[in-house]
Structures are given as C-alpha cells and as structure tokens.
C-alpha cells in the first residue's frame, strides 16, 4: 500500500500538483493497480534479455542537417506558445 | 463499400459533394445524440470533394479514396485545425502540420469530414475519459462504443462517415470496433509511420483503419503504409494492394490456432463465448485447420502492458508543461494578477487541464521508473514482453493466425465501470497481447447478442505474423463473405 507521503513524493517527481483529498484518492487507485501487477513476479524471466524494440529495429540514424519548413509552419507553431513576445516564447525566470 | 461508392463517383453517379453532404444531413442528423465528433471540418471537406469532381469530369484517374468521406481520430494532426486530443490542455491547440498519414491521403484525395472523438489521449476503454463529451454506441445508447476510437467507430457505426482512422495502443481500434460491429485492424508496430500521431505509449502505439468491410480495411492499410524518415522507428514494407490479395487464399492451407487460455479467463462472457466456438465451427466447415495451442504467458500480458505503457506515458505527457504548445495558467495569471513561478506554471498547468486517468497513470509511471524501483518493475515487465513475443514466435511455426474474442463482453453500460480503473483495465485482456508483441490483429464482427430488446454486435480477433497483414485480411475476409 502506497502511503500518501509516497503519493505525494510522486507527484512532486511528476510536476502534478495534488490536495490531501487526491492523495487519499491515488493511494487506493495506485495500490490497487500495482497489487495487480505483482501478478508479473510469477513469471520466470531468469536470462531472459528484456526487449529493447519489438521488431528489431536499431541504429535508426540521418544526415545532421537542418531542414527548413515554411515560414507559414513556423508561424504556425508560435501561435501555439501560450505567452509570447515578439517571436519568442515567454517563459519565467529559471533561477 | 469503398470501392461501390468509387465505381459510382468515377462513373458520375454521384458527384462526391454530393455523397460530402449527404453524410453531413446523417451527421447533423444524429451526431447531436452519438456524439462521435469534436469537430468538423465543412469548407474544407466540401472544397475537396468539388476539386474531385473536377478531376473526374476532367478524365483524370483517381485513387479509389478519392472524394470518399471520412472521420479522422482527434490524436492525429491535420494542418490548421484543432488537435485535442480530448483533452482540455489541447482546447486551443492548431496543429502547425500534417500527420504522414494524413499527408499520404491527401494524396489520395480523401475527404475529411471531421475529427473523432477519444478517450483523453487515447487513455480508457470507453470513451467516457473524453474531457468533452461520451459518444453513444449506435447499437444502443445507454452502453459506450468502447474505446479509446470509439468516436470512430460510433461514425463508421452510425453511417456518419464511410470509414474512419483510429489508433490502438492497447486495443482501441479492436474492441471499439467489436462493441459497435464495425472492423478494425491494428497494424504490425512499425507498419506506419507514427508522426503527427499524439503519442500516448510509444513502443505500442499504432495507427490503423476503422471500416464497414475487412476489403475496405485492406483499401485504406495499402495507402497509409511503409517507411517514413519521419518515425525512426517505421520500417521498410513491401509495397502491397492488399485490397487486390483478397480471396485469393486456399483456406485449406489455413491453419488456426486457438489457444486454450482464451476460454480460460474468468471474465469471458457466456455469450460471446458461444460466438466465438460459433466463428471456430464456421471455419472449420469451410475447410480450415483448427489447432488447439497454448500461450502460458497470456495470463501476464495485461499486468505488462500496465507497467509499460503508463512508464512511457509518463515521459511522453512530460511536454505538456504550459510552455510550448496548450492551454497554461501562465497565460491567465497576467489576467488574474497571480504571480506565478515557472515551477508554478507546471504544477498548476498540469493539475488544471489534465483529466483524472491521464495523471492516474503518469503517477504510476513515475512511481514504477522512480530510483528503486526500476528493476522490479520496468525491467521486469520488458523481460515478460520478451517471453510473450517468443510465445508467438513459436505459436507461428505451428499456425498462419491465432483466432479469440477481441473482448471479454459486449459494449458495457455507460457509467458501470468509470469508478474502477482496475475493472475497465480488464476489457483490453484480449487486445493488448498483439501491441505487447508487436504483431497485426483485426477485429470482425461475428454475430449479435440480445440483450434489453437491443442487437449488441460481438466482434473476433484474428491475429497473424509480424508484416502479415495479408494473412489475416485474407481469413476475415473469408469470413466476412461466407
């Protein structure tokens, strides 16, 4: 059983901010979803090499070249920045 | 149907702005109460089907989706229209570009009609995780059309659209499609290119087409297939007609293998059950070879899946952070005059516009990837995936396609499961085997239940070789036509 310190913990990791009541909430959710896959302990995986890609493919690689896109594209794609200025996304302070 | 509708527009039967806007009238007609679609895409639509008329009348070949209407899932991006995803952090999001697929029918000149609704980001069985709104099943409106396409299959379903595309990460072409009797094939991993798909779980992730024929399923798969430098992870594929391989088949030379821990699974439905022994002495008859077989690790494919897919969600949903693209409460703290912090921006952005199942499994991704618990989960969980792709592996030595119920039961009743995550889990038992082990599947409707005076359709599922698409439409089609 997950303990809502645990959830909590979690959270923070992933940048979600939660109340007291959904820490509550996800620590029966969660716990219930990882007791069920305890189920995976029952399978032998001794010097079975975990998949790395289903049908194999490695080594994907391309040319290091910049490909341009249209200007019309790049409009595009700022228009989607929730806070601008000018051109350039606005973000807060980092430190 | 595909191909009647193609014969009647090349042959000036029909002009294909008309068909356009008679599946609008259907559309307008009953999508108040299916609510299939988020959003339609009239002008556009109407545009595209004048210029092949044109064509047409012009003398030009078309493509055989030329100026057939269709429905596109919300996760796949079209240039210049709102891509939600389902989700209310995408409300406002304007795709900058096409999706290869959708490039690839452009080309074909394919009508788009309008996006289908999803369980937000393709994450659910039923369409009720939508952060917009449920689609009803056409069969009967109290019960889901499953998911996570069932807005596309609802509209294939509802004669909303000819045919629609979906994607199945776990199942969301296949047991929508079962639930509303249409069929739904997901592809081998790598069959077609993922960009421009809104990933939800990359290494399963598949796009695929939901249709009213397995000839119609064929039609599509041979126009959306093959490599792309787009998505390093797409693969070289023969360039076939699958559509053209059709019936060609000896079913005589068809082994089916049907493994015994399908009928062994304590939430199988009786009546889909009786179905699917239905489908099996259907082949049988027809001269095909039944082999009974065994996949000892199906009992471990769902606990898999549920480590694996919600550890890749976690890292995929990271983007959205209220930085780059989405809706973000930096945007409106310069209206409220809250004085946030970039640290603000994401805890709040992401608590705000993210629905309850997304952030369930990007906790527990997080928690199964966090420092500690790597091994037992991660790692563990892709050592089983690699004892359940060699279980295929040598399933497939011993017969040409794996024969099962694409779903424990038929279309459940809205609102029964949406307390329990772990009971809505369950309805992809059957379905996420294919996307663990990489391999096609398709889903066939194979006959109806009774059920409160209402026909529930019952879909199968076949499952073949990796890259053997052609295996398995061959089988459905067989089926489908006998």
Same mark, same amino acid.
């Given at each position: 059983m997950l303990k809502k310190e645990q959830i909590k913990k979690i959270a923070q990791l992933a940048?979600? $901010?939660?109340?007291?009541?959904? %820490?509550?909430?996800?620590?029966?959710? &969660?716990? !219930?979803? &990882?007791?069920? @896959?305890?189920? &995976?302990? $029952? %399978? !032998? /995986?001794?010097?079975? $090499?975990?998949? %790395?890609?289903? /049908?194999?493919?490695?080594? @994907?690689?391309? =040319?290091?070249?910049? @490909?341009?896109?249209?200007?019309? /594209?790049?409009?595009?794609?700022?228009?989607?920045?929730? =806070?601008?200025?000018?051109?350039?996304?606005?973000?807060? %302070?980092?430190? | 149907m595909i191909r009647d509708l193609h014969k009647k527009i090349i042959n000036q039967e029909i002009t294909s702005e008309k068909l356009t806007e008679e599946y609008f009238a259907t559309i307008e007609e009953k999508d108040p109460e299916i609510k299939a679609y988020l959003s339609f895409n009239r002008e556009f639509a109407l545009a595209k089907a004048a210029a092949v008329d044109k064509k047409i009348k012009n003398g030009e070949k078309v493509d055989l989706l030329a100026g057939i209407p269709c429905g596109i899932k919300d996760n796949i991006c079209i240039e210049g229209l709102v891509t939600t995803a389902a989700?209310?952090?995408?409300?406002?999001?304007?795709?900058?570009?096409?999706? +290869?697929?959708? *490039?690839?029918?452009?080309?074909?000149?394919?009508?788009?009609?309008?996006? +289908?609704?999803?369980?937000e980001f393709a994450m659910g069985a039923s369409t009720e995780n939508s952060a917009y709104q449920t689609t009803k099943n056409p069969h009967d409106i109290s019960r889901v059309p499953g998911g996570t396409s069932g807005g596309s299959t609802a509209a294939v379903a509802a004669d909303e659209c000819v045919w629609a595309l979906g994607s199945d990460t776990g199942g969301s072409i296949r047991q929508p499609s079962s639930f509303c009797g249409t069929v739904g094939l997901k592809p081998t991993y790598g069959m077609i290119s993922r960009y421009g798909l809104i990933a939800m779980a990359s290494s399963f992730d598949q796009i695929g087409p939901v249709t009213k024929t397995v000839e119609d399923a064929a039609i599509v798969l041979s126009r959306i297939a093959g490599k792309d430098r787009k998505d390093s992870t797409s693969m070289p594929t023969a360039e076939k007609n699958y559509e053209d391989l059709l019936g060609g088949a000896n079913i005589g030379n068809l082994k089916i293998g049907v493994p015994k821990e399908f009928f062994a699974t304590d939430g199988?439905?009786?009546?889909?059950?009786?179905?699917?022994?239905?489908?099996?002495?259907?082949?049988?008859?027809?001269?095909?070879?039944?082999?009974?077989?065994?996949?000892?690790?199906?009992?471990?494919?769902?606990? +898999?899946?549920?480590?694996?897919?919600?550890?890749?969600? *976690?890292?995929?949903?990271?983007?959205?952070?209220?930085?780059?693209?989405?809706?973000?409460?930096?945007?409106? *703290?310069?209206?409220?005059g809250s004085d946030y912090t970039l640290w603000d921006i994401y805890f709040k952005t992401r608590a705000k516009y993210l629905g309850r199942e997304v952030k369930r499994r990007i906790m527990l991704g997080t928690y199964a990837l966090s420092a500690g618990y790597y091994d037992q989960y991660y790692l563990k969980a892709q050592k089983v995936r690699a004892l359940i792709r060699k279980e295929f592996e040598e399933a497939f030595k011993k017969v040409d396609v794996i024969l099962g119920p694409t779903s424990p039961t038929p279309a459940f009743r809205i609102g029964e499961k949406t307390e329990n995550p772990l009971e809505m889990y369950l309805a992809d038992i059957y379905t996420v085997t294919a996307n663990i082990a990489g391999i096609p599947a398709i889903s066939v409707p194979c006959g109806t239940i009774e059920a409160g005076g209402k026909s529930l359709p019952v879909g199968m599922q076949l499952m073949g070789k990796w890259f053997d698409e052609e295996t398995i439409l061959n089988a459905a089609y067989i089926f489908e036509n006998s």
């Open positions: 940048r979600i $901010e939660i109340s007291e009541e959904e %820490a509550g909430k996800y620590s029966h959710e &969660l716990s !219930d979803i &990882l007791g069920f @896959v305890e189920k &995976l302990n $029952e %399978a !032998d /995986t001794e010097g079975v $090499e975990p998949i %790395a890609h289903i /049908t194999g493919a490695k080594n @994907v690689i391309r =040319e290091d070249k910049i @490909v341009e896109y249209s200007d019309e /594209t790049k409009e595009k794609m700022i228009n989607n920045f929730p =806070e601008k200025k000018d051109r350039f996304d606005k973000v807060k %302070a980092v430190f | 989700s209310k952090i995408l409300e406002n999001y304007v795709a900058p570009y096409d999706a +290869t697929v959708i *490039s690839k029918l452009k080309e074909c000149d394919s009508v788009f009609l309008g996006k +289908t609704n999803l369980d199988l439905d009786k009546r889909v059950k009786e179905k699917i022994k239905q489908a099996i002495e259907k082949y049988e008859k027809l001269g095909a070879k039944i082999v009974g077989i065994s996949l000892p690790n199906f009992d471990h494919a769902l606990a +898999t899946y549920y480590i694996i897919m919600p550890c890749e969600v *976690s890292s995929n949903m990271a983007r959205f952070d209220g930085i780059r693209f989405g809706q973000s409460v930096g945007a409106e *703290s310069e209206k409220t």
